[in-house]
């Protein structure tokens, strides 16, 4: 593990890349002065955005049509590995450090997503709440905006899935136990790794697996299905640990499981790199050599079809390690299915009409 003075601890990316659509960069010319001030940790800034709709369509070869809402872009969880560091610099900001220390916030998002859904236009589908950047980051026991979506969704009947690692989620229990009981919630609880040490420096600002572990055992508990999401996978650092991941999860109640392998898109690859060799200057070659080798003898991929998966013997081995820990560990396990039967567009007057 790195021991360097300018090792940001409490975050996951150690720079700041440029970002390629702005014309002007901020540059370390000087180790002293206000170069320390831009190059720092820094407190956690937040900044309104105020969009015209919440709800977004998803048209991908992997996933198939789908829909997404992320009341918060960037996040202050700090993963090293997160792919959505790239979207950041379409607001201006560098997918490094500002990524998780400039947090956007979107308020009206609530009132968003009632006027979207009381359009008698609306065909209800599943919703992902988390597609993008996690629901239940730290800045959402300030905000409270994950909280009212879910009061909107569960007025209209409306079917939502939700990925986290964050037990904050526990929190809306008892919006998820009631959504539960109409078949209108599913929750993923991520899981990378049990390794305490690899979690501290890999997703700095996130729970320990262990409260993930307890996210899960509270909300089967509670009625609420969730599953376990095992990603992403990087070989050399957290694949050894795919069946105890998922024996864990199975053991406090997850109903399902999933997995992606790690790829390093656009800015990820740099921020990536740099946070491997910093860490695990002993292995880094290896770990780098290998997610190359999952991906065709490239680190970022974006091909439909192989690019979440991978490709090769690494890729192969890790899927059928994955596939027979499931077999083991969730065998007979309940296959869910949200419901969109009984979604109601206008619930104000579905009420009135009972009297």
């Given at each position: 593990m790195s021991d360097t003075k300018?090792?940001?601890q409490g975050r996951g990316s150690q720079i700041n890349t440029a970002n390629p659509y702005l014309r002007q960069q901020y540059?370390?010319?000087h180790i002293e002065g206000l170069d320390e001030e831009m190059?720092?940790?820094?407190k956690t800034e937040f900044f309104e955005e105020h969009?015209?709709?919440?709800?977004?369509?998803?048209?991908?070869?992997?996933?198939g049509p789908a829909l997404s809402m992320n009341p918060y872009q960037g996040c202050e969880h700090g993963c090293i590995y997160c792919y959505a560091r790239n979207v950041h610099q379409y607001w201006g900001f560098s997918a490094g450090l500002d990524f998780e220390r400039k947090i956007i916030v979107k308020p009206e998002a609530p009132e968003l997503l009632e006027k979207q859904l009381s359009n008698p236009k609306w065909k209800p589908a599943p919703i992902m709440l988390s597609g993008n950047t996690d629901c239940y980051q730290p800045a959402e026991r300030k905000f409270r905006i994950t909280r009212r979506m879910l009061e909107v969704l569960l007025r209209h009947r409306h079917p939502v899935g939700i990925i986290t690692k964050n037990a904050l989620i526990l929190r809306d229990l008892d919006l998820l136990s009631e959504l539960a009981k109409l078949r209108l919630v599913h929750v993923m609880v991520s899981i990378t790794s049990l390794n305490e040490d690899l979690r501290l420096v890999m997703e700095p600002r996130t729970v320990t697996a262990k409260n993930r572990l307890r996210v899960i055992e509270e909300l089967t508990k509670a009625g609420v299905p969730a599953g376990v999401m095992n990603a992403p996978l990087i070989p050399g650092l957290n694949t050894e640990e795919i069946p105890s991941v998922i024996k864990a999860a199975a053991e406090h109640g997850a109903v399902d499981?999933?997995?992606?392998?790690?790829?390093?898109?656009?800015?990820?690859?740099?921020i990536f790199r740099d946070w491997l060799y910093k860490n695990f200057p002993d292995r880094g070659d290896k770990v780098w050599h290998q997610i190359m080798e999952c991906h065709g003898g490239?680190?970022?991929?974006?091909?439909f079809g192989v690019r979440m998966r991978g490709e090769g013997k690494i890729a192969e081995s890790i899927k059928q390690l994955f596939k027979m820990a499931v077999k083991k560990y969730m065998k007979g396990r309940?296959?869910?299915?949200?419901?969109?039967?009984?979604?109601?567009?206008?619930?104000?007057?579905?009420?009135?009409?009972?009297f």
């Open positions: 300018e090792y940001f540059v370390r010319e190059l720092s940790n820094g969009p015209k709709k919440i709800v977004n369509k998803v048209d991908s070869p992997d996933i499981a999933g997995y992606t392998i790690v790829r390093l898109n656009g800015a990820v690859k740099d490239q680190v970022n991929d974006s091909r309940e296959s869910y299915e949200l419901n969109t039967e009984d979604f109601m567009y206008n619930p104000d007057n579905a009420q009135l009409s009972l």
